[in-house]
T-cell receptor, first 115, second 114 residues
Framework: GAGVSQSPRYKVAKRGQDVALRCDPI?????LFWYQQALGQGPEFLTY????????KSGLPSDRFFAERPEGSVSTLKIQRTQQEDSAVYLC?????????????FGPGTRLLVL | AQTVTQSQPEMSVQEAETVTLSCTYD???????LFWYKQPPSRQMILVIR??????QNATENRFSVNFQKAAKSFSLKISDSQLGDAAMYFC???????????FGKGTLLTVNP
């Protein structure tokens, strides 16, 4: 079956612009995660959804970051008034069930460059 | 809180040889899981191998195996018979038993020389 897909793959934004990043998880996966990967670093957790409920948003760096998953499938990560420090690869991952033993499957990421 | 440390920013290996990537971690949880992920250039991250902390036996997946030293909080990855396709960034990650988010190290860039 299809894996996790993300769009766009690349996004260039001028500082101050709003951007929206989309994640299509594997069909039927209840858990969805967003991570931010800065250049040369490992991914860092941003937020977690179980179905449509956002259970943890503790990793969102500021109130300019907002994520939603209104129907429990596709998710959108929105960044308002982008800053240069927002430049990173944004990774989405999904898993079929809850619990720490479940495997997270990652998408290819969206590379965001803020000029 | 969990922390993961990868002390080798870069490693190289000759094709068909064996290489070991190091990882240490720290956690306050008694139940946790450890992972190695592979991220090829411009391609998505995939799971290589997983270890449940409660299992004493080291996990193996074909040419990939781990050396899990629980007391030392060490979790190294051994790649045997290295292939050109193994070239990638490798991330060590942990996940607590009461948690769901992965905590990653900074990664080790593996180069495989023909």
């Amino acid at each position: 079956g299809a894996g996790v897909s993300q769009s766009p793959r690349y996004k260039v934004a001028k500082r101050g612009q709003d951007v929206a990043l989309r994640c299509d998880p594997i069909s039927g996966h209840v858990s969805l995660f967003w991570y931010q990967q800065a250049l040369g670093q490992g991914p860092e957790f941003l937020t977690y959804f179980q179905n449509e409920a956002q259970l943890d948003k503790s990793g969102l760096p500021s109130d300019r970051f907002f994520a939603e998953r209104p129907e429990g499938s596709v998710s959108t990560l929105k960044i308002q008034r982008t800053q240069q420090e927002d430049s990173a690869v944004y990774l989405c991952a999904s898993s079929s069930r809850q619990g720490p033993a479940s495997t997270q499957y990652f998408g290819p990421g969206t590379r965001l460059l803020v000029l | 809180a969990q922390t993961v440390t990868q002390s080798q920013p870069e490693m190289s290996v000759q094709e068909a040889e064996t290489v070991t990537l190091s990882c240490t971690y720290d956690t306050s949880e008694s139940d946790y899981y450890l992972f190695w992920y592979k991220q090829p250039p411009s391609r998505q991250m995939i799971l290589v191998i997983r270890q449940e902390a409660y299992k004493q036996q080291n996990a193996t997946e074909n040419r990939f195996s781990v050396n899990f030293q629980k007391a030392a909080k060490s979790f190294s990855l051994k790649i045997s018979d290295s292939q050109l396709g193994d070239a990638a960034m490798y991330f060590c990650a942990s996940r607590g038993g009461s948690n769901y988010k992965l905590t990653f190290g900074k990664g080790t860039l593996l180069t495989v020389n023909p």
